[in-house]
Every structure is written in structure tokens, then in C-alpha cells.
T-cell receptor, first 114, second 112 residues
Framework: KAGVTQTPRYLIKTRGQQVTLSCSPI?????VSWYQQTPGQGLQFLFE???????NKGNFPGRFSGRQFSNSRSEMNVSTLELGDSALYLC?????????????FGQGTRLTVV | GQQLNQSPQSMFIQEGEDVSMNCTSS?????WLWYKQDPGEGPVLLIA?????ELTSNGRLTAQFGITRKDSFLNISASIPSDVGIYFC????????????FGKGTKLTVNP
């Protein structure tokens, strides 16, 4: 069974630009969550999608948005990039059944804003 | 954002030694997960805990869900060089959301 796939692995963008990151969850998993990882703040929750609906959102500005498609693949978008958006963006996939769910992470997308 | 209190921040040990790290919170969690992350990679799930008092092993790793539901620990026995990495605890607070709250990590260095 393939794991969580995130594309691209690396991105370099300029301040003010926008970026779209993609996540394909494990086959059969309908829940996708996104996290931002930085050396200073650690792993911070961005948002969670289940069956194309956003179920929960972290404390990030509106420049950060996401969506989920009918095949459970998810994208997140960051507009008007700032230097502080440089981070490892991680996607986690979960199979929500019965309440005891594990979360599996992809390799992440390393975003550098210059 | 909210984070768990994870300690120690770093550990330097000799190969063969046992290691213990823990996470505490002022809030109750329904699930505790432990991950290992290597440089440039995503976190890899090691152990999942779902019930207060639960003790679960995965090879040389053992983790426990604290009885108060506000803490968890991870033990690694007989460490080997490939145990090097950053270990994270993560807690899930409630049903109906997959949101995880993370500790800041324990960086483990194993000297051969």
C-alpha cells in the first residue's frame, strides 16, 4: 500500500508570490490534515479535511487555505508569501473508523521564501 | 499555538543504554501518538495509545498512556545507532477531529 505522497518535495518562491502544495493520502483514507513545521514553533496544525469538508482550522492567517477533492487528495494554498512562511509543510492521512485512528505523515514539502 | 511539554530536549547516550522521554499537558487527551523524524523526512509513527493506563510495545520501544490522561512516556531499550533522530509526542484531544498537538521533540544522539 502506498504511503502519503506530497508534491513537490522542494519549492523556492519569492515574497508576494503564491504557492500550492499537494497531498495524496493513503488509499482509503478520507481524512487529511496539514501541519507547518519550523525550528522555532515546531509542528503547528493548519487545517483538517474530511470528505471534502474542512472540519477544523488552526490559528493561521487567511492567506493559508486548503481544499479536498472527491478522491480525498488535498491541496493547500498560501497566498502573498512572507519570509516567515518558510517551513516544512506536512500532510497527515487518517482512516477514521471506530474512533481509534492513527495519523501517517508524508515526507513533506520544504518551502523556502526568498 | 498549544503544545505539549516534552522532555528532555536532547539526550546524548552510549549505544546499548536505555532511554526515557515524556510528555505532559495541562489538558486531557484521548489519544497519544509517538513519532520519530529523521532530517528532511516526515514523522514516522512508532506507537499509538488510546486508553488511560495502556502500555504498548513495538520492538525495543515501550510507551504508556498516563492514568490521568495528561501525560505519556516513551522508553527505548538497548539503543542502537539507528535510533538517532528526533522523537515527538502528539496528543489528540477529542473525537470528531484529527487535530494533533505536538511536543517540541527530543533529539536523541547515540554514540557507538
Amino acid at each position: 500500500k502506498a504511503g502519503v505522497t506530497q508534491t513537490p518535495r522542494y519549492l523556492i518562491k519569492t515574497r508576494g508570490q503564491q504557492v500550492t502544495l499537494s497531498c495524496s493520502p493513503i488509499s482509503g483514507h478520507r481524512s487529511v490534515s496539514w501541519y507547518q513545521q519550523t525550528p522555532g514553533q515546531g509542528l503547528q496544525f493548519l487545517f483538517e479535511y474530511f470528505s471534502e469538508t474542512q472540519r477544523n482550522k488552526g490559528n493561521f492567517p487567511g492567506r493559508f487555505s486548503g481544499r479536498q477533492f472527491s478522491n480525498s487528495r488535498s491541496e493547500m494554498n498560501v497566498s502573498t508569501l512572507e519570509l516567515g512562511d518558510s517551513a516544512l509543510y506536512l500532510c497527515a492521512s487518517s482512516n477514521i473508523q471506530g474512533g481509534n485512528t492513527e495519523a501517517f505523515f508524508g515526507q513533506g514539502t520544504r518551502l523556502t521564501v526568498v | 499555538g498549544q503544545q505539549l511539554n516534552q522532555s528532555p530536549q536532547s539526550m546524548f547516550i552510549q549505544e546499548g543504554e536505555d532511554v526515557s522521554m515524556n510528555c505532559t499537558s495541562s489538558s486531557i487527551f484521548n489519544t497519544w501518538l509517538w513519532y520519530k523524524q529523521d532530517p528532511g523526512e516526515g514523522p514516522v509513527l512508532l506507537i499509538a495509545l488510546y486508553k488511560a493506563g495502556e502500555l504498548t510495545s513495538n520492538g525495543r520501544l515501550t510507551a504508556q498512556f498516563g492514568i490521568t490522561r495528561k501525560d505519556s512516556f516513551l522508553n527505548i531499550s538497548a539503543s542502537i545507532p539507528s535510533d538517532v533522530g528526533i522523537y515527538f509526542c502528539a496528543g489528540r484531544r477529542q473525537g470528531g477531529s484529527e487535530k494533533l498537538v505536538f511536543g517540541k521533540g527530543t533529539k536523541l544522539t547515540v554514540n557507538p
